[in-house]
T-cell receptor, first 113, second 112 residues
Framework: GENVEQHPSTLSVQEGDSAVIKCTYS??????FPWYKQELGKRPQLIID?????GEKKDQRIAVTLNKTAKHFSLHITETQPEDSAVYFC????????????FGKGTKLSVIP | DAGVIQSPRHEVTEMGQEVTLRCKPI?????LFWYRQTMMRGLELLIY????????DSGMPEDRFSAKMPNASFSTLKIQPSEPRDSAVYFC??????????FGSGTRLTVV
């Protein structure tokens, strides 16, 4: 089955700096890669996703890149703010919606004011 | 839409008791997933349904766990008998093909 590795497990950045979280996946059939943000005691919430026919996607301060050949994808957060502090999860699936998501172990991001 | 609704939000039970977790997916979503979250193992898929049919239950830890989806608007996850190692947050999520997955607020289960 699919295996998703996520690094780093913890990340501290100064407010205003950029943060990068990286993931690799094992199953070349995977074609949908969402990122979730989970605040303490709350549900995971989708923040951005990318499909395998696209190499990069941006939404304001958040961007995701995908390298299908190397089987890795990354989350980039620019101009970080204290409210970005949370645990971020990457995931992979063989298709959006109808297939299971396999999650990475998560990255705890701390933005220091 | 009210989103994915799970109940109860918190459950404390004694070892050996039966526990039933409930989930109401978003109306119109045709896939439903049960995940378990722990610090050690992260988010693990237990089972998922497409159009009310179980597709993959390989993540169900053992025979003590069972899940049903009798109709498109309701699913249950049952643990019988419960054990302390079952303590975790259990999330239900629903989705519609080609769209993202939406998680419920979760049920925090504590087995003492």
């Amino acid at each position: 089955g699919e295996n998703v590795e996520q690094h780093p497990s913890t990340l501290s950045v100064q407010e205003g700096d950029s943060a990068v979280i990286k993931c690799t996946y094992s199953d070349s059939a995977s074609n949908y890669f969402p990122w979730y943000k989970q605040e303490l005691g709350k549900r995971p919430q989708l923040i951005i996703d990318i499909r395998s026919n696209v190499g990069e996607k941006k939404d304001q301060r958040i961007a995701v890149t995908l390298n299908k050949t190397a089987k890795h994808f990354s989350l980039h957060i620019t101009e970080t703010q204290p409210e970005d502090s949370a645990v971020y999860f990457c995931a992979a699936s063989k298709g959006a919606g109808s297939y299971q998501l396999t999650f990475g172990k998560g990255t705890k991001l701390s933005v220091i004011p | 839409d009210a989103g994915v609704i799970q109940s109860p939000r918190h459950e404390v039970t004694e070892m050996g008791q039966e526990v039933t977790l409930r989930c109401k997916p978003i109306s119109g979503h045709n896939s439903l997933f049960w995940y378990r979250q722990t610090m050690m193992r992260g988010l693990e898929l237990l089972i998922y349904f497409n159009n009310n049919v179980p597709i993959d239950d390989s993540g169900m830890p053992e025979d003590r766990f069972s899940a049903k989806m009798p109709n498109a608007s309701f699913s249950t996850l049952k643990i019988q008998p419960s054990e302390p190692r079952d303590s975790a947050v259990y999330f239900c999520a629903s989705s519609l093909a080609a769209h993202g997955y939406t998680f419920g607020s979760g049920t925090r289960l504590t087995v003492v």
